[in-house]
C-alpha cells in the first residue's frame, strides 16, 4: 500500500478521535470571537453616534450662532429694545430664519422670556421661557432638550445665544430633531439596527421608540433595558428575543442621553442580530455528527493497523529531523519497508552524511581561508612601517662609515624615526589582538544620550580641523525622554568613536556629522550620519567583515569591533549609502539585556 494511502487512512482516524473535541471547540471559539467582535463592533458604533451627536451640536452651535449674528436679528433685536415695542410684525420670522439655516428648531425670545417668533410651532407666540434657564443656556453648547410641538413633544438638540442690544437681550433658540432622520444618517453594518426611545415619563411607553423607518414593532421586550437605563443613568447591555421576524436573540446596548440639568430624555439603542451564529452553530453541529458518524466506523476497523504501519516511521523520522536540526548529523533512520516511507528514510540517511562531509569540508576550508585571510591582512600591515626601519638602520650604517663626527645627531633623528615606527608596529598588533579577544560587557546601567556626547567631547578639535583641513560640522538630536540601558559603558563609547571617526574619515573636504536617538518600543536606537563619499551596494554589503576596508591606511577592523560590540549587547546594525549622498548607520539596542548576559558580564 502507497503512503498515500496510509497517510489518509492516518487522517481519517485522526478526524474520528477529535471531531467530537474539535466541533466543541470550534462552537465555543466561534461564540467567544463572536461576542467579542460584536462587542467591539457595539462599542464602535456606540463611538460613532457620540462623534454624530457632538458633530450635529457643533454644527447646530454654529449655526444658531449665525441666526444670533444676522443683521435682521440684530434690527430685531434694537427694534424690541425700544419702550413699548410691538413683537407683533416677528410672529413669523423664525420660520423664514430657520428654513435659510436648516434648523428644525428655531425661536425667539424677548428678554423677558417671552416667544416672540416659533418655527416649529406658531402657536407659541407669547409663551414665557425660564430667564434663568435662558442665561445658563447661552452659556453652553448644544444640549439635549425635549420640545412640544403641534404633534406633541419630541427630542431636539438644541443650542442657544444671547444678542445684546442697547442694555437689552434677545435670545436665539434653535436646533434639529432627534429622530427618524437622524437614525437614517448612521452608517451600520449588515445585522446591526439603530433604535431611539423619548423618555416620556418613569414607566416605559413602547409607542415612543422608533428606528429609521418610524415606529418599531414588538418594542415591549425593550422595556426592561430601557427602564434600567432611565433608573441608573448608565449605558446597559441585555440580551433578548428577537423583536423582528430573525432567527435569533438580539444583543442591545442601550445610551442614555441627558439634557441640561442631567435628566435622561432619552435612550439611544442598539440592536445586534445573533442570526449568524446561530445558522453556523447548527450547521457546525450536522457537519460534526455526520463526521463522527463516519469516523468512529472507520477508525475501529483501521485504527490499529495504521498505529503500526505508519504511526512508527513517522515518528522516528520526525525524531531523527529534530537530532539534525540540533546538530546532530550522526543521526540515521532504519526502516525495512520497501514503500514511500522507505524511500524517504534512504533519500534521509544520504541527505545526513551528504551534510556531515560538507560540513567538515566547509569548517577546514574555512579554516585555512581565515588563516590565509589573517596572514594577508597582518603582512600587509607590518610591511608598511618595516620599510621604514630598514632605511633608517641604513642611514645609522652610512652615517658611521663616512662622517663620524656628524653620527650622533644622524642618531638622534633616527632614534626618533625608529620608535615612532616601532609604536605603529605596536599600535597594529595591539589592534588586531584587541579584535581577536574582545571582553565580554561589564554591564550596567549606562545614559545612552550622555555616551554620545563624550564620545563627540574627544573629537571637538579634530572634528573643527576637519580630516582634510576642512571643518567638519557636527549636530546630535537627542531625544530627552530616552530611557538608560543595560550596556558597558566603555564598550560601547569604543564604537560610538569608531563610527565617529569611520564618519570623518569619509568627508575629507569637511562637512555634516549628525547623531541621533529615538526610543522605539523596548529599544533604543543611534543613527550616526555623515555627507561624505558613500558607498556602493557592494560596499556596504562586505563592509563589516573582518580586514575589510575601502580606506588607503585602514586595518578593516574598526566596523568589524562596531558589529561584534552590538552582537553582544544583543542589538542589530545596519547602514544605508549611495554614493555621493553620505553614509547612515543605524544601532538598535535592548534596553534590558537577557538575565544570562547578566550573569556572564558579573562572572567576567
Not at 17 to 27: C, F
Not at 334 to 362: C, H, P, W
Not at 424 to 451: C, E, H, T
Amino acid at each position: 500500500m502507497s503512503f498515500r494511502a496510509k497517510l489518509l487512512l492516518m487522517f481519517s482516524v485522526s478526524v474520528v478521535i477529535v471531531v467530537a473535541l474539535v466541533s466543541a471547540i470550534v462552537s465555543a471559539t466561534l461564540r467567544r470571537s463572536f461576542e467579542r467582535l460584536d462587542q467591539e463592533r457595539t462599542a464602535a458604533l456606540a463611538t460613532q453616534f457620540r462623534n454624530e451627536f457632538a458633530r450635529r451640536g457643533q454644527e447646530v452651535s454654529r449655526r444658531v450662532a449665525a441666526v444670533a449674528e444676522r443683521d435682521s436679528t440684530l434690527r430685531m433685536a434694537a427694534d424690541l429694545a425700544r419702550p413699548n415695542a410691538d413683537s407683533s410684525p416677528y410672529v413669523n420670522e423664525a420660520g423664514a430664519v430657520a428654513t435659510a439655516q436648516q434648523l428644525d428648531l428655531l425661536e425667539f425670545v424677548s428678554s423677558d422670556g417671552a416667544i416672540i417668533s416659533s418655527a416649529q410651532w406658531p402657536a407659541r407666540f407669547g409663551y414665557k421661557e425660564v430667564l434663568h434657564q435662558l442665561d445658563e443656556a447661552a452659556t453652553q453648547p448644544a444640549f439635549l432638550r425635549r420640545e412640544d410641538v403641534a404633534d406633541g413633544a419630541i427630542l431636539g438638540l438644541v443650542a442657544a445665544r444671547p444678542v445684546r442690544v442697547a442694555g437689552s437681550q434677545l435670545y436665539v433658540i434653535g436646533g434639529e430633531r432627534l429622530d427618524k432622520s437622524f437614525l437614517a444618517s448612521l452608517v451600520l453594518p449588515e445585522g446591526v439596527r439603530a433604535m431611539l426611545y423619548r423618555s416620556t415619563g418613569p414607566r416605559f411607553v413602547p409607542s415612543a421608540v422608533t428606528d429609521a423607518a418610524g415606529p418599531v414593532p414588538g418594542a415591549d421586550a425593550l422595556g426592561p433595558l430601557v427602564a434600567a437605563v432611565l433608573r441608573e443613568r448608565r449605558e446597559s447591555s441585555q440580551m433578548v428575543p428577537s423583536t423582528s421576524d430573525l432567527a435569533g436573540d438580539e444583543m442591545l446596548h442601550a445610551i442614555p442621553l441627558a439634557g441640561r440639568d442631567g435628566e435622561v430624555l432619552g435612550v439611544f439603542i442598539l440592536a445586534s442580530s445573533r442570526r449568524e451564529l446561530v445558522a453556523i452553530e447548527r450547521h457546525i453541529g450536522w457537519v460534526a455528527l455526520l463526521v463522527a458518524c463516519a469516523g468512529i466506523l472507520l477508525g475501529i476497523l483501521l485504527s490499529g493497523w495504521v498505529a503500526a504501519r505508519v504511526t512508527q516511521p513517522v515518528d522516528e523520522l520526525a525524531d531523527a529531523a529534530r537530532q539534525v536540526a540540533k546538530g546532530n548529523l550522526d543521526a540515521r533512520v532504519y526502516t525495512t519497508t520497501k514503500d514511500e516511507l522507505g524511500y524517504l528514510a534512504a533519500a534521509f540517511n544520504r541527505m545526513t552524511r551528504d551534510l556531515s562531509d560538507q560540513r567538515d569540508r566547509l569548517v577546514q576550508a574555512e579554516r585555512v581561508a581565515a588563516w590565509r585571510e589573517l596572514a594577508r591582512r597582518l603582512a600587509h600591515e607590518l610591511k608598511n612601517p618595516l620599510f621604514p626601519l630598514q632605511i633608517t638602520v641604513e642611514n645609522l650604517v652610512r652615517a658611521r662609515e663616512r662622517d663620524p663626527s656628524q653620527f650622533d645627531e644622524v642618531f638622534q633623528e633616527s632614534t626618533r624615526t625608529l620608535l615612532a615606527e616601532l609604536a605603529n608596529l605596536k599600535a597594529i598588533i595591539g589592534r588586531f589582538s584587541d579584535f581577536a579577544k574582545m571582553p565580554a560587557p561589564q554591564v550596567q546601567r549606562v545614559d545612552v544620550n550622555q555616551a554620545v556626547r563624550n564620545a563627540l567631547k574627544v573629537f571637538e578639535a579634530r572634528l573643527a580641523a576637519g580630516a582634510g583641513g576642512a571643518p567638519i560640522r557636527s549636530e546630535t538630536d537627542l531625544d530627552p525622554g530616552l530611557q538608560p540601558i543595560d550596556a558597558d559603558p566603555d564598550l560601547l563609547h569604543r564604537a560610538l568613536q569608531n563610527l565617529v571617526l569611520n564618519a570623518m574619515d569619509a568627508m575629507p573636504s569637511g562637512g555634516n556629522l549628525v547623531i541621533r536617538t529615538r526610543q522605539k518600543d523596548a529599544a533604543v536606537q543611534i543613527e550616526v550620519s555623515d555627507t561624505g563619499t558613500g558607498l556602493t551596494k557592494e560596499e556596504c554589503d562586505r563592509l563589516f567583515t573582518p580586514y575589510y576596508t575601502t580606506k588607503q591606511h585602514g586595518t578593516g577592523l574598526g566596523l568589524a569591533i562596531v558589529q561584534s560590540v552590538v552582537s553582544d549587547h544583543h542589538g542589530k546594525i545596519s547602514v544605508e549609502s549611495e554614493p555621493g549622498r553620505g553614509t547612515t548607520f543605524r544601532i538598535e539596542l535592548p534596553a534590558r539585556m537577557p538575565e544570562t548576559v547578566l550573569a556572564r558580564g558579573a562572572d567576567a
